[in-house]
């Protein structure tokens, strides 16, 4: 027969070791929820505020499976919120839930050059979005059109009445078609309204604008069909793609027109980039921009985006935001080049 205290502390000896085995299942539990991605059978939302027939949308519906794949999400939804030159959709991402499951892409130079001019379309800090990647640094050309008989700078700068640009807002190819004709020395005629590179590119080739600002990749077909002359290039040098075709640093010596002009050629250097909410969930985050890099840098990735003509140059998030940080520092000196922009259609 077992005294009282024996038989207590053949108790406590059995609850401390059920205790402990508790313990080590909570401990197995917390581990595994903490393991457990945030993806994990998720339905995330990608936003592009931009045109469904434009280039962003296809580099949106070629990665997002990719990345999908890379997160172990249920999938990744593409959907358009174009409006403003691409302030409406980024207007909707900066109100989204912080939680990991909506983020978007798009030109991050719109988000830059909309808080540096002070727009009021637009609610979000830059400096504030959780940044996740850059997807291409595509250069950015002044375009012509053939009706316009406008195949060099030259004639641009030659024109005795205003050069019509088709716009789709005030965007980057906005400010940056403002600051080229100021230190240029050209008039122009902002015509906005437009939805997108395929509108104003096709405002363009009809003879309805003079030109616009896009991509080398956008309208590389246009130029090699003849509906188009390409005829300056943002870049800091000429690119391989239109040797021939000069850089606006190259057409002035004066000192303050050349600072304008790099400034706005480090704006249009981010690029493409994927983006969030501020204050994105961490853990998500995380994960987030691990699948991206994954994806930009998987070559069967890029083998199948270079057959669909669609090139990329992944950058990290580092890079991204010390960009964004060096470009804000230098706020000071940009803003009155956008006051001007705005002024041009006020």
Request: hydrophobic share 45%; no cysteine.
């Amino acid at each position: 027969m077992r005294t009282y205290l024996e038989t207590a502390f053949r108790g406590v000896r059995m609850s401390t070791a059920a205790m402990v085995a508790a313990g080590v299942m909570l401990g197995a539990s917390i581990s595994g929820l903490s393991a457990q991605s945030v993806y994990k059978d998720a339905d995330v939302k990608l936003i592009i505020p931009n045109s469904p027939a434009g280039l962003m949308s296809q580099y949106a519906h070629t990665l997002a499976p990719h990345i999908a794949k890379a997160l172990g999400a249920r999938n990744v939804r593409v959907v358009n919120e174009q409006g403003g030159g691409g302030i409406r959709g980024s207007n909707i991402l900066w109100a989204a839930k912080p939680d990991g499951l909506t983020f978007a892409m798009t030109n991050i130079p719109t988000l830059v050059v909309a808080q540096l001019a002070g727009s009021q379309a637009a609610i979000f800090d830059a400096t504030k979005f959780t940044y996740l990647g850059r997807v291409q640094a595509d250069p950015r050309l002044m375009f012509t059109g053939k009706p316009s008989g406008l195949d060099t700078i030259e004639k641009v700068r030659a024109l005795d009445r205003p050069f019509v640009f088709a716009s789709q807002g005030t965007d980057e190819d906005f400010y940056t078609m403002v600051v080229l004709a100021d230190a240029l020395g050209y008039d122009i005629k902002v015509v906005t309204g437009y939805e997108g590179d395929a509108d104003t590119s096709l405002a363009v080739i009809r003879g309805d604008a003079d030109g616009h600002m896009t991509t080398w990749t956008q309208s590389a077909p246009a130029v090699e069909a003849g509906d188009k002359f390409a005829v300056l290039t943002t870049t800091f040098e000429r690119i391989p793609q239109a040797p021939d075709v000069p850089t606006a640093m190259e057409l002035v010596t004066d000192p303050d027109l050349s600072e304008k002009l790099a400034a706005i050629s480090s704006i249009l250097a981010l690029g493409r980039g994927f983006f969030g909410p501020p204050d994105m969930d961490a853990a998500a985050a995380a994960e987030l921009r691990k699948a991206i890099e994954t994806v930009l840098t998987d070559k069967d990735v890029l083998a199948e985006m270079a057959t669909k003509g669609l090139p990329t140059g992944y950058g990290s998030v580092d890079d991204q935001v010390a960009n964004i940080d060096r470009i804000f520092k230098a706020g000071g000196k940009l803003k009155p080049l956008f006051d001007a922009a705005l002024a041009k259609i006020q």
